[in-house]
């Protein structure tokens, strides 16, 4: 498994641009017929894609973990960007659509993915914490996400989150994951934006047109910095750094959380007029 180890605000503040991509930007992550996952220091998250073909894909262990499976002592929440798919975690199989979240627990120990239709395959997203306890595996499709409706027409941000695993939702111990969908003509993602030292957050963009980028803006508030981000490509983001976009067209994005808080609403916000 890949590492990424993260650079300090400082070391961040001389980063060319393709030393700033090669820390904060998982740009290949999704390969057809394939388990790929990369660990981070960042919260220890492993952030991770399935994308099943013909036949089922292993959640394998990995030397670096240091256990006997993937889940003895992690969690994992994943979001199917893609077709219909399925998962199975030690012999209960969940069905999972397009836009679908599944929790598994810490504790599970066989789990294997697989697409309906090999030919339109199911994408599975995945991201992994560290657990102190185990929660039960629950599904929850994109009519059970708690929505909340933020942003207006006139800031071009009117945006809807889906929040799946979450205080008020699917419970776990530190990770938290829902995705954003834009209104017809808004394109700008967390504006005002904000940081958390509480916890990091990790962006996975989707749905981004193959000749559009969102212009993604990280770093400290006062150095901020950008990176042009293609569809299916993550950024990671330290709780340090403020964590916003702007289409060059309409996106979604599934963001995910790891720390000591799971206050959605917990976010020390930064003024528009204060960002340098
Ligand atoms: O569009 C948004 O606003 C978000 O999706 C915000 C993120 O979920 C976030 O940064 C939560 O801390
Ligand atoms: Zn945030």
Redesign the pocket.
């Given at each position: 498994m890949e590492t990424r180890l993260m650079p300090s605000p400082r070391e961040t503040a001389v980063l060319d641009t393709q030393e700033l991509r090669a820390a904060f930007l998982l740009d290949e992550l999704f390969f057809t017929g394939e388990v790929n996952l990369i660990y981070t220091d960042l919260d220890r998250a492993i952030v991770g894609s399935v994308i099943p073909t013909e036949g089922t894909l292993v959640l394998g262990n990995d030397d670096a973990l240091k256990a006997d499976f993937f889940c003895q002592r992690r969690e994992v929440g994943l979001l199917n960007l893609g077709a219909a798919g399925s998962v199975d975690v030690d012999g209960t199989v969940y069905e999972i659509d397009k836009h679908d979240c599944l929790y598994i627990g810490r504790g599970s120990k066989e789990i294997s993915f697989s697409s309906t239709d090999a030919g339109d395959p199911a994408v599975f997203y995945l991201v992994s914490y560290p657990a102190h306890a185990g929660y039960p595996t629950t599904k929850a499709t994109r009519a059970d996400a708690n929505r909340v409706e933020l942003g207006s027409k006139d800031e071009c941000n009117e945006r809807t989150i889906f929040q799946y695993i979450h205080e008020n939702g699917i419970k776990s111990c530190q990770l938290v994951l829902g995705f954003t969908e834009f209104k017809p003509g808004s394109i700008w993602n967390?504006m005002p934006c904000?940081t958390?030292d509480r916890r990091s957050?990790v962006y996975c963009y989707f749905d981004v047109p193959a000749a559009h980028r969102v212009l993604h803006m990280m770093g400290q508030p006062q150095e901020t910095r950008p990176l042009w981000v293609a569809d299916r490509q993550v950024v990671l983001s330290p709780p340090w750094s403020v964590?916003t976009g702007c289409g060059t067209a309409s996106y979604r994005f599934c963001?995910a959380?790891g720390g000591e808080n799971q206050a959605f609403t917990d976010?020390d916000r930064v003024e528009i007029a204060d960002l340098r």
């Open positions: 967390t904000h958390h957050e964590h963001w959380m976010m």
